[in-house]
């Protein structure tokens, strides 16, 4: 079975630490299972430089998050989905918690999902509760709303596009903080069932929050995910690469 490894940059490093971290993935990933998929997004700026590294590579270079109004037009600020497409990246991160929690809705999630696909590119779809959220039970239902209100009816057409669920707890994204064995088989497993009761399909159910090489065997055998969102871990290439040899 495939396991995911995808980083995640927010908004760290320098040109020179992209170059770096592309420079020695290319060094490390001839020793990498091929049953491992790996992606790492940094902020938009350098993407073109590591792709320019990484083109040949197995490693995937994705984007953080797309506009949500189309593919070109007056909306300044705004990268298109088709501009990351353009510059040869594959995937796009959507609906991350730091940005749910700095004014995306489900409609502007819902409308960044429909305009990644247009483009031909991949999807992480990141859902999660809040400590509060938890303390009331309210896990699954708002994992479930996340989902349903952002979701396309159907799975991308695309062989090629891949779609994947990132089950992050807010809780646990840089806190050093992990879910309960049991909290984490029962999230994950929930969100595969949602996925397979609304398309009929197995997507990849990640993990993320506070996974590090140290941690990432025990999260991956206890959640049962599907591989797993690293932030923090994903920034040098030596933390990222230990936590792929430590996958279980
Ligand atoms: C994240 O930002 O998606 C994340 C999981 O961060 P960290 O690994 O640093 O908790």
Redesign the pocket.
């Known amino acids: 079975m495939l396991k995911w490894v995808i980083g995640?940059w927010?908004m760290n490093g320098s040109l020179k630490e992209a170059h770096d971290f592309a420079e020695g993935a290319v060094k490390k990933l001839p020793h990498v299972s091929s049953h491992v998929m790996l992606g790492i997004a940094p902020p938009f700026l350098y993407l073109s430089g590591m792709l320019g590294i990484l083109r040949d590579t197995a490693m995937m270079v994705g984007a953080q998050t797309c506009s949500d109004r189309g593919q070109y037009g007056p909306y300044t600020g705004d990268v298109s989905a088709s501009m990351i497409k353009d510059v040869g990246a594959n995937f796009v991160i959507i609906g991350?918690s730091?940005r749910r929690s700095h004014g995306e809705t489900s409609t502007s999630i819902a409308s960044q999902i429909a305009c990644a696909l247009e483009a031909g590119l991949s999807v992480v779809l990141?859902v999660g509760e809040t400590m509060e959220e938890r303390d009331s039970g309210l896990a699954k239902a708002v994992v479930l709303k996340q989902l349903e209100s952002s979701l396309p009816k159907h799975a991308p057409a695309k062989t090629e596009q891949f779609f994947a669920i990132?089950y992050?707890p807010v809780w646990?994204?840089?806190?050093g903080r992990l879910p309960m064995p049991e909290e984490l088989s029962e999230m994950t497993h929930f969100c595969r069932q949602i996925m397979k009761d609304r398309w009929q399909i197995d997507i990849p159910v990640l993990y993320?929050?506070?996974?590090k090489p140290s941690n990432v065997h025990d999260v991956l055998i206890a959640s049962k995910a599907s591989g797993v969102?690293?932030?923090?871990?994903s920034l040098s290439p030596e933390d990222f690469f230990q936590l792929v040899a430590n996958l279980p």
Not at 172 to 175: E, N, P, R, Y
């Open positions: 995640n927010k991350h730091e990141c990132a992050e646990a994204i840089g806190t993320g929050g506070s996974v969102l690293v932030g923090g871990a």
